[in-house]
């Protein structure tokens, strides 16, 4: 009974994992992205193959975790769940102990996860799977059923439209903070309310001693030892850090803040109009013109509503307003290139790719 149980919940763990990624697998291609960049990895080439490696993925989790979970191919099965979990611990520890990737996209945008807490529910699996494949090692009996080949057969099917449908559209199922019926004004408000609180630490060195403290800035103003004229103790240039010492309200919200190429803060504009109409791109040195060209013409003949194409360039739109924004906010926002994002008073009530706002 505890075996089939311990498969079952690891079989649903591996599910759930990839069905959210594949809701939104342009979303998890971001997060590969950030994982290839200079920063971390450092192996750009694979920037542009993100999202081929991040549907591999989801596809690979999806049906190892469905063979898991209706008994088929178990002893290759779990070895190559082993080999899947070796590599994600892999990741999420180098995250963790490097603090590189912040959030290592493991439940997509509906669960979000710590890389610590990443890497510790991995070694949680590889526990597991090494429980199960001790248990299974002399279980070869397994039968295909007509009832399992046609539950494998709708499960493929879905798994295959849930994907398309996220990259040809919009998610079917929205786990961002910029879901539609989202009142930025409203959460701006709640996190003005809530804010996170951040102290300075400093590295500080005794001379005498060679002792090392990091010491928050509280403690150093209020403690005179520490900055007295004669004392031992002197600040390390370089390794003061900020730290978070409360955390308030977390919303993607928080960096949706869109400036004109002069600088111009213009959020307070855009969430308070009765109706604004943005146009995004992310990576604008791709962007199909003429695809581009139709969705600022199209906008362009709404009446009376505020419009901005935003991006990362100053001179992305030709024939709307320019704005710009951290091109890592704009892809939360964004899941093809270009987007656009309908506003009334501040509240999401369209979001669509351009192509289908064209239609």
């Not at 099917?157 to 019926?181: C, S, T």
């Not at 590295?203 to 002792?211: D, F, P, R, V, W």
């Not at 362009?300 to 906010?329: C, H, L, Q, Y």
């Amino acid at each position: 009974m505890f075996k089939h149980i311990l498969r079952i919940v690891i079989a649903l763990i591996f599910i759930a994992s990839g069905f959210v990624k594949a809701v939104d697998v342009v979303g998890f291609s971001f997060k590969m992205e950030e994982y290839f960049s200079p920063s971390v990895f450092n192996i750009p080439f694979l920037e542009k193959q993100a999202l081929f490696l991040a549907i591999a993925v989801v596809v690979v989790e999806l049906v190892l975790g469905f063979l898991l979970l209706v008994k088929t191919r178990l002893q290759l099965t779990i070895s190559l769940l082993i080999a899947l979990c070796v590599f994600f611990a892999f990741l999420t520890f180098y995250s963790a102990y490097f603090n590189v990737v912040t959030d290592c996209g493991c439940f997509g945008d509906a669960l979000k996860l710590k890389p610590w807490q990443s890497f510790w529910k991995d070694l949680f699996l590889l526990v597991g799977l090494g429980i199960l494949f001790i248990l299974y090692r002399n279980d070869h009996n397994e039968t295909e059923s007509k009832f399992k080949k046609y539950f494998s057969a709708v499960a493929l099917i879905a798994m295959v439209f849930v994907i398309y449908w996220g990259i040809a559209h919009e998610p079917l199922i929205d786990f961002r903070h910029y879901k539609i019926g989202t009142d930025l004004n409203a959460e701006k408000l709640k996190i003005q309310k809530d804010p996170s609180e951040y102290k300075t630490f400093y590295s500080l060195k005794n001379a005498k001693t060679g002792e090392i403290l990091a010491v928050n800035q509280d403690d150093y103003v209020n403690d005179k030892k520490y900055w007295e004229e004669g004392s031992p103790w002197k600040i390390e240039e370089g390794k003061t850090t900020s730290k978070i010492v409360k955390q308030g309200y977390e919303s993607e919200i928080a960096k949706f803040k869109p400036e004109s190429p002069e600088g111009m803060d213009l959020t307070e504009e855009i969430l308070k109009a009765p109706k604004a109409v943005l146009i995004f791109s992310y990576h604008p040195e791709n962007v199909d013109p003429v695809l581009l060209a139709k969705t600022e013409a199209k906008v362009k003949e709404i009446k009376e509503a505020v419009i901005f194409g935003v991006s990362t360039n100053p001179a992305t739109f030709r024939t709307i307003k320019n704005a710009m924004m951290d091109g890592t906010a704009i892809k939360t926002i964004a899941r093809s290139n270009p987007f656009v994002l309908t506003l009334q008073n501040g509240k999401i009530i369209d979001k669509r790719s351009a192509e289908d706002y064209l239609k």
